[in-house]
């Protein structure tokens, strides 16, 4: 009898780690959409936003730079160039070294440029080939705000609450400029709501000092996030802890080498979550898979054996697909 109660609780044991190692945790981690549903259009169009939206992710990302006139331009590079026909309208306003600078142009003006598929401004060549074809359509750039109240907008009318997650670009440059983006940001997001850890936003940066200022001297309550695109910054997470609830690495970053043809890995994951820090790496793309032969492979390796706590994925569909089969 004694055995059968032992080999009872067990079960009942063995259940609770089942469940926890399954659904409970696998329900925990979140799916941000990377610059939109950006495997099927151009990247952070409105287009992309509101197709990610229908795919259900937990977040939805902005990367943002300045406008001349202050505009927090949802666009991933300070360049208009590898995005835009800035080249076509405004042939004479390129700087010596041939780039046009979002920084330069007022934000009506960057309402004249189409947007288009990603490509190397040097060849023309578009950066993935399969996806949407480069110059077709008709995308514009927008701002912050109008990408909010179209989330904000979208949530409402479906009954969802998918989150933002914005990402100030390149501080220095802003503030080599005159430019405070982390303090123009923080206004912006505070106006619609976004002021708490418990809003369903999240602030990340990859640079470090800023970040922090952002916490210490900004006083922001937001959750935020480290980027880390270096490996000497995983050896920081004792500092990162102070003011950051999560870090951002490169999904290479978690990988060691493979024993016997399986995965092994570093323990940024493990260390995190000793300070507890949240991980959600970037960039899982099914058109570049790289060392993984499959995009649930790659879904698999990181997401449950890493044991990361969401990732950033330019196929929101595919990875709300695989955790919901979890
Ligand atoms: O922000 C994290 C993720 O977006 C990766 O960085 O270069 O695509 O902005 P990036
Ligand atoms: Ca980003």
New binding site residues.
């Given amino acids: 009898m004694k055995k059968l109660i032992f080999i009872f609780v067990l079960c009942i044991l063995y259940n609770c780690n089942t469940s926890k190692s399954s659904s409970k945790i696998m329900g925990n981690k979140i799916v941000?959409a990377?610059?939109g549903a950006s495997g099927y259009l151009p990247e952070h169009t409105m287009e992309a936003k509101a197709m990610a939206h229908a795919m259900n992710p937990d977040y939805i990302?902005q990367?943002l730079v300045l406008s001349k006139d202050d505009v927090p331009v949802v666009i991933?590079d300070i360049y208009l160039d590898d995005v835009t026909n800035a080249y076509e309208v405004f042939p004479d306003r390129k700087r010596a070294d041939n780039r046009y600078y979002v920084i330069d142009f007022t934000f009506d003006e960057l309402q004249q440029l189409q947007v288009t598929e990603r490509f190397n401004p040097k060849t023309g060549k578009q950066f993935y080939s399969n996806r949407f074809p480069k110059g077709k359509g008709n995308f514009k750039l927008h701002s912050l705000q109008q990408e909010i109240e179209l989330i904000q907008g979208l949530n409402y009318s479906t009954g969802k609450n998918i989150g933002i997650?914005p990402?100030i670009?390149n501080p220095e440059f802003h503030h080599n400029n005159g430019k405070d983006i982390a303090k123009i940001t923080l206004d912006i997001l505070s106006e619609y709501g976004y002021n708490t850890k418990s809003d369903k936003c999240i602030f990340?940066c990859?640079d470090a000092k800023e970040l922090e200022r952002v916490r210490k001297e900004l006083n922001s309550d937001l959750f935020l996030?480290q980027?880390i695109e270096f490996e000497e910054e995983t050896k920081q997470l004792a500092h990162f802890a102070t003011y950051a609830d999560g870090i951002?690495p490169?999904y290479k970053q978690l990988l060691s080498k493979k024993v016997d043809g399986k995965f092994t890995f570093t323990n940024l994951v493990e260390r995190s979550h000793k300070y507890g820090l949240k991980v959600?790496p970037?960039?899982f793309r099914a058109d570049q898979l790289d060392e993984f032969s499959s995009f649930d492979e790659m879904m698999h390796t990181l997401l449950i054996d890493a044991n990361v706590d969401g990732g950033?994925t330019d196929f929101p569909d595919k990875m709300v697909a695989f955790l919901s089969k979890q």
């Fill in positions: 941000v990377h610059r990302e990367d991933h997650y990402e670009k990340q990859f996030v980027l951002g490169w959600h970037y960039t950033f």
